[in-house]
């Protein structure tokens, strides 16, 4: 929940200075810069997408925006399931997964995001609630096209604080495991992002770490010259 009209300056100084020509950058805005936001990104490479969904594509669901308005609008991609929505808004690993499916249907591709407490962390129930979210939000008919996964651990969202390197291969490398069994060789497409207190100056090791496809950024994105410089050590890595 940040930004106004005044943003959209750093998407312009983002498109202007394209920092990688063969990486894929996505934007998410809020729901009210989406168009606009659009609009500046028409002819570049960089995608724009939008932070949530209703699970239904029209009806009486006052507040709410459906992934065929998110498609009109000119978004392309559509987080499903942020840890900030799960707590805030109590949303299930079944809405998650309903989401998903909505967004299929609307032909925009989901950002499926999983990753524990600071109390799961402790409690040593990382890969078993990673597993479990995993398990009940991605639906069957994933593949490399319309579905990419987030792990963001809870608490090192907003936080500074980071997990190893070490503590990052083994959740990625346990998803990529899970995924295999459920979709086989298809699992190799799917790309797995590391989220939380991703910054310039830690981008370039976690990008290096295996099944690391990328990362989703928080604070980190709302200037372009911070977010542009995390994209060119993804360049790097």
């Known amino acids: 929940m940040n930004g106004t ?32 936001m659009a609009d500046i990104a028409a002819g570049t490479a960089i995608a724009v997408g939008a932070q949530d969904c209703h699970t239904n594509p029209s009806g ?42 909505a967004v299929w249907s609307a032909g925009l591709a ?9 109390q799961e962390r402790e409690a040593g129930r990382t890969i ?28 090192a969202i907003g936080t500074g604080k980071v997990p190893t390197l070490a503590e990052i291969a083994e959740v990625h490398e346990d998803i990529r495991g899970e995924l295999t069994a459920r979709l086989g060789a298809e699992a190799q497409e799917v790309r797995l992002l590391y989220g939380g207190s991703v910054k310039p100056s830690n981008a370039h090791e976690i990008f290096g770490v295996p099944n690391v496809d990328g990362a989703l950024v928080g604070g980190a994105s709302l200037k372009a010259d911070d977010f542009g410089a995390i994209v060119a050590e993804l360049e790097r890595a």
């Open 5 to 36: 009209a005044e943003s959209l300056d750093e998407a312009r100084a983002l498109a202007s200075g394209f920092p990688c020509p063969d990486c894929d950058i996505l934007i998410c805005p809020p729901a009210t810069l989406l168009s606009r």
């Open 60 to 101: 009486a669901h006052t507040g709410d925006i459906s992934a065929e308005m998110i498609a009109d609008a000119g978004g392309t991609y559509v987080i499903a399931g942020h840890s900030e929505r799960r707590a805030d808004h109590g949303e299930s690993d079944a809405e998650v997964r309903a989401k998903a499916m």
């Open 110 to 118: 989901a950002i499926i995001c999983v990753g524990e407490t600071l």
């Open 128 to 155: 078993e609630v990673v597993r479990g979210q995993l398990g009940g939000s991605v639906p069957d008919g994933a593949t490399g096209q319309n579905t990419i996964i987030a792990y963001e651990p809870v608490w």
